[in-house]
């Protein structure tokens, strides 16, 4: 089954029939809602994915008891060692997420679910918006000084360029990604500038703790509570060793809403040797988003350097966009493809999204930049068959400054 597929069955799909789409979506359009439990007893996550297809996933309590416990005992417990853990309580035990805000996001929402019921110990953890410039992000952490950093690997990169400049001064006991790919050059730079182990997190919106990260690099899925068959194009089994087109996820915790061999989307690769670790669960690398960082020009010549995921969040949470692409087409240009809900009004769907984006651009010391609607709607690279949604045409930098 896909997302969409999925969707289009949303009320038949549940297993309680009080949970509706009118419902649910009545519920994730109301912000004030983000951290609150729907009819008071399920959690709902939103989410695009790697497809750009969006999907709205409801959790019932047992199914958040299970990742808050996978994240307890092979989140944390895992890479505790007793010169870790002294390093981390010494600092506060703080820790710093630097994610989307303003939606229904799993992190988000996970947070505010967990502060609600236990306050005391989830005072120490504090959410840092990507929307933001990058000069008041590093600010306020300069100002929290957390002992335990967690974003998306482009964040982090640029974060860690921001602790070699001397501008931020962290010294986290802990450093933890997800949502995108990382390359080991940039894990490198990360480890450089931070001075301690980077750690991976693999989950989604459908099954939030699905594969930790271990003390020798590995990537292990939670196979006792999830399921991932990696698959070809044709939803035939990918022998281990080989990169697979698409992954199928069957969620063994959430009842709620079953996922059974559900389409993720995502490329894996199971490693068919022992991890050096000793762990005796299945080993994975995941491919993961490859969405590009931007630069856009300043009207000084300069450059201001752009998260793909916070653009695209941006536009998704606009009420009427059903799929987006952002592409950088000139030195100060972004052109978005937009795919609008056919009970929208496309014209006013297309005005909020440009607004938005120029006043996102302009908080980042950008008012003069370009925002145009593409005359083509999103779609998959014609190679690869995935569906990219933030990058640079070739030939948008050239002659762009990479000073900022």
Not at 273 to 300: A, K
Not at 336 to 344: D, I, K, N, T
Request: with cysteine; hydrophobic share 40%.
């Amino acid at each position: 089954m896909t997302k969409r597929q999925l969707m289009a069955r949303f009320d038949a799909w549940g297993t309680d029939p009080a949970v509706t789409r009118a419902g649910v979506e009545a519920f994730v359009a109301d912000k004030s809602n983000v951290g609150r439990r729907y009819l008071g007893r399920y959690a709902v996550w939103t989410s695009s994915g790697i497809s750009g297809e969006p999907g709205i996933f409801v959790h019932d309590a047992n199914a958040v008891a299970v990742y808050r416990a996978l994240t307890l005992v092979r989140g944390l417990v895992a890479w505790m060692t007793p010169a870790r853990l002294w390093a981390m309580l010494r600092q506060g035990d703080r820790v710093a997420t630097v994610v989307a805000t303003g939606g229904h996001y799993v992190s988000v929402s996970m947070m505010g679910v967990a502060r609600r019921a236990r306050p005391w110990p989830f005072n120490r953890v504090r959410v840092f918006s990507v929307l933001r410039p990058e000069p008041e992000v590093v600010r306020a952490l300069n100002r929290f000084k957390p002992a335990e950093l967690i974003g998306y690997p482009t964040v982090l990169m640029l974060l860690a360029r921001e602790q070699l400049a001397g501008r931020l001064a962290i010294r986290p006991a802990l450093v933890g990604y997800g949502g995108e790919w990382l390359a080991p050059g940039a894990r490198r730079e990360i480890v450089s500038a931070f001075g301690g182990p980077v750690r991976e997190n693999y989950g989604a919106s459908e099954f939030t703790r699905l594969a930790w990260g271990c003390l020798r690099e590995g990537l292990h899925v939670s196979a006792d509570w999830g399921i991932l068959e990696p698959v070809d194009e044709h939803y035939q089994p990918v022998p281990p060793g080989r990169a697979s087109y698409t992954t199928l996820l069957t969620n063994l915790a959430n009842r709620v809403q079953p996922i059974i061999r559900y389409d993720l989307g995502d490329s894996i690769t199971t490693i068919p040797v022992p991890c050096p670790c000793g762990s005796p669960l299945p080993l994975i690398r995941v491919e993961g988003r490859r969405d590009e960082m931007v630069y856009l020009e300043t009207s000084r010549g300069g450059t201001v350097p752009l998260l793909p995921l916070a653009l695209i969040k941006l536009v998704e949470e606009t009420p009427g966009v059903q799929r987006c692409q952002v592409v950088q087409t000139g030195r100060a240009t972004l052109s978005v493809r937009l795919e609008v809900a056919p009970s929208a009004d496309d014209g006013r769907v297309w005005e909020a999204v440009a607004r938005g984006l120029r006043a996102y651009l302009s908080a980042h010391r950008l008012p003069l930049a370009n925002v145009e609607r593409a005359p083509e709607r999103p779609s998959s690279d014609r190679v690869s068959g995935k569906f990219r949604q933030v990058w640079a045409a070739p030939g948008a930098t050239s002659g762009v400054r990479s000073s900022s």
